[in-house]
């Protein structure tokens, strides 16, 4: 099984700044990494897929890079509906697994 | 617009039994993957399985394995996860999800079904 590994486990940032978040991948997994939003009390979201694209509805401020086993969510410029837990997940091999998460706080 | 309705708020005791569904919108419901993802209380998410509700090929990632059955009815869109006997650590919001793409990360979700299991 491939073990996602996210840092940091929390990040705080002021609304405004950029966050930068990590996801580390136990073996390659090519392009096929996912995002996800998840606040509380809600089901969680799609942000980015293939490591890079956007989903449908998703601002320009999220944005995705990496290949491999090393992997980075940006957000540009912290907007108040983006403080949530950010998952990253693996799909280039069975069974479909996530990262712990990264809670982005206001700092 | 694809919707994934999820049934309700379940409480259960130990050794019960459960079947939660899913039910999908849209012709499209049989020609793409639902997986069933568990989130234990403040825990992160976990893949439980996936079936493809077009022919119910089935695939449990190894921890799930033997401890659930998902299952599916085309013909009302609906897919179903269910436990033959419950423990407390069962005790998990479930969420029904749909695969993007042909491809396996998860771009349509349920509400979430909460259930609780507690003597």
């Known amino acids: 099984e491939i073990v996602m590994t996210q840092s940091p486990a929390t990040l705080s940032v002021s609304p405004g700044e950029r966050a930068t978040l990590s996801c580390r991948a136990s073996?390659?997994?090519?392009?096929?990494l996912a995002w996800y939003q998840q606040k509380p009390g809600q089901a969680p979201r799609l942000l980015i897929y293939?490591?890079?694209t956007r989903a449908t509805g998703i601002p320009a401020r999220f944005s995705g890079s990496g290949s491999g086993t090393e992997f980075t969510l940006t957000i540009s410029s912290l907007q108040s509906e983006d403080f949530a837990v950010y998952y990253c997940?693996?799909?280039?091999?069975?069974?479909?697994?996530f990262g712990q998460g990264t809670k982005v706080e206001i700092k | 617009e694809v919707q994934l309705v999820q049934s309700g708020a379940e409480v259960k005791k130990p050794g019960e039994s459960l079947k939660i569904s899913c039910k999908g919108s849209?012709?499209?419901?049989?020609?793409?993957?639902i997986g069933w993802v568990r989130q234990m209380p403040g825990k992160g998410l976990e893949c439980m399985g996936i079936?493809?509700?077009?022919?119910?090929?089935?695939r449990y990632s190894p921890s799930f394995q033997g401890q659930v059955t998902i299952s599916a009815d085309k013909s009302i869109r609906t897919a179903y996860l269910q436990w033959s006997s419950l423990k407390a650590s069962d005790t998990a919001m479930y969420y029904c999800?749909?695969?993007?793409?042909?491809?396996?990360?998860?771009?349509?979700w349920g509400q979430g079904t909460p259930v609780t299991v507690s003597s």
């Open positions: 849209g012709d499209s419901f049989t020609s793409y993957w």
């Open positions: 073996q390659s997994v090519s392009s096929s």
């Open positions: 997940q693996q799909y280039n091999k069975w069974p479909r697994t």
């Open positions: 293939g490591a890079s």
């Open positions: 999800a749909r695969h993007g793409g042909g491809e396996g990360y998860f771009d349509y």
């Open positions: 079936i493809y509700p077009g022919d119910s090929d089935t």
